[in-house]
């Protein structure tokens, strides 16, 4: 998670640019090294015998495996693999501690007589110590809940290793145990207590206790401390910064129709030195994802841009833009050395012009008849026209259509109906004998936009629902002073297009062929057939990013923020959860 930026004066371009052309291949090597580093300790502390055939090990990391320092070599192992994931991510404090624990490890083997370890240890802490500036990343801000996370790995993590070593060392038990016996005295022996597990030798008993308390001390430990920590706000905007942006949205508004999706309540926001534009993002597994156009003045957006990217060095995130506009892309790729590729079209209609005469709206047409033919009747109206308890039923409907239990969206929804401010946003309904079938949520777009945001039906209820809305909104579209109304972002949109053509070629086939199985799973084919009924004005949207390497990490960190991908979240009965303001009720 990351707080609000509410002002910064983002920092000189040359130093962005030095800092992303430093060498990358540092951190890796490094974090790497330290991974293998902490396995091999980890499996020589649990395997002795595996550890004696690979001694020539030894010779190239360092670490301590033999019956003596077995299980201070094991914390010191889950040590390494904690820290090498800071490492690869240029983490300062991830430094800080393996060269702490790197001239420990050199002092250990000195005791113990290991010259050849203790130098290649020495020359690893001199490398890491050259080498120093490569890591200049601060922390992550986080809040509690890490802790939990942290500790219930790391209690899961102990009892696995506590039973690897039962079976590794099954053969000098006084007694075939059942698994829940061995379960049993793994988790009491990380508290300090007895288990029923006994071993023939002594010192296998004595060292297995050792180890266990060791785990357990560690463990509790390590959980305590980064509860106890100051914790960090989950991203927020606040009512200052939504006040400015929502000023900024009144002037240069109609530039770009994802500018109100800005004001998400799971955005954070960083300013230019001027305040006359700013950058909304969310950071996400080490991605620092923007979405859409810098909100504000042209003019200003190269301020914006280097404060993003400044910002997104400081943490050694990954910066990127997710849908920005033709103008964006060239901005964000001259002034931050990113490069761009063409992510879709979006479909705007323009009112006006639009007409369900001719044959190439036949389809459209017949839809829209058949579903008034059906007695169902749409009425257009803004939020402020309704009262909060209306609003309140058709969030709660909505929802119940929704089909999945998290609400999607990042860069083209809002994730929420009702709230203060957002009076001047279109509800679209459809009604059959009172009750409600389909509801159309539309944000502002400017002062004579709309933007699509929201589109859910009874499953059960005729189809064509979400076209009859879409229709009758654009009707009454003079009346609500529009004259523009953008609806659903189709992804490559032009391969699905060009790939049907006759004399298109194979690679564009297969390109297409590939979407259309990933259509299965993902609204590609769908959505973008849904819209050319239409009949609109595509425009094109595109992805910034700072290299091919790092598109795999950005695309997953999309689809996390999109709610595509949701891994599961540990929830604890009657510990309430911190506050956050992503999706509230109105």
Known sequence: MVESKRETSGGPEGEVQERRRQRWWVPAVAGWLTFFVGLHDVIGALMPEWHRRMVRVDEF???????????????????????????????????????????????????????????????????????????????????????????????????????????????????????????????????????????????????????????????????????????????????????????????????????????????????????KACVTYRVVSGVMLAGGDPIGDPEAWPGAIQAFLEEAARHAWVPAVMGCSELGAEIWCRESGLSALELGDEAIVDTAEFSLDGRTMRNVRQMVNRVGRQGYVAEIRREKDYAPDELCALWERAAAWRGTDNERGFSMALGRVGEPGDEECVVATATKDGELHAILHFVPWGTDGLSLDLMRRDRAAQPGLNDFLIVEAIKVAPDLGVKRVSLNFAVFRAALARGERIGAGPVLKAWRGLLIFLSRWFQIESLYKFNAKFQPIWQPRFFVYPSLNEAPRIALAALEAEAFIVWPRLRIPGLKRPRRRVLPSP
Request: zero cysteines.
């Open 61 to 275: 990391v360092p670490g301590s495996v033999n019956n003596a320092a077995r299980t201070a070599t094991l914390v010191a192992g889950l040590l390494f693999l904690l820290l090498s994931h800071g490492l690869r991510r240029r983490k300062r404090r991830a430094w800080r501690a393996v060269v702490g624990l790197l001239a420990f490890t050199i002092f250990s083997h000195i005791i113990k007589d290991f010259a050849i370890s203790a130098i290649v240890a020495a020359v690893m802490l001199a490398a890491l110590v050259y080498f120093r500036a490569e890591f200049y990343a601060t922390g992550d801000p986080r809040t509690r809940w890490r802790a939990l996370w942290m500790g219930s790995f790391l209690a899961a993590f102990s009892v696995a290793i506590g039973l690897l070593f039962i079976a590794l060392n099954s053969r000098g038990l006084d007694h075939n145990y059942t698994f829940a016996d061995r379960l049993e005295h793994v988790v009491a022996g990380l508290v300090g207590a007895t288990g029923p597990v006994t071993f023939v030798s002594d010192r296998k008993n004595d060292l297995f206790s050792l180890m266990l308390g060791s785990l357990g001390l560690f463990t509790g430990l390590t959980t305590a401390f980064l509860f106890l920590r100051p914790a960090e706000p989950a991203p927020a905007l606040s009512a200052g910064d939504e006040e400015r942006i929502r000023e900024l949205l009144d002037r240069q508004g109609a530039r770009d129709s994802l500018g109100y999706f800005s004001l998400r309540r799971d955005k954070s926001v960083i300013w230019s030195p001027t305040g």
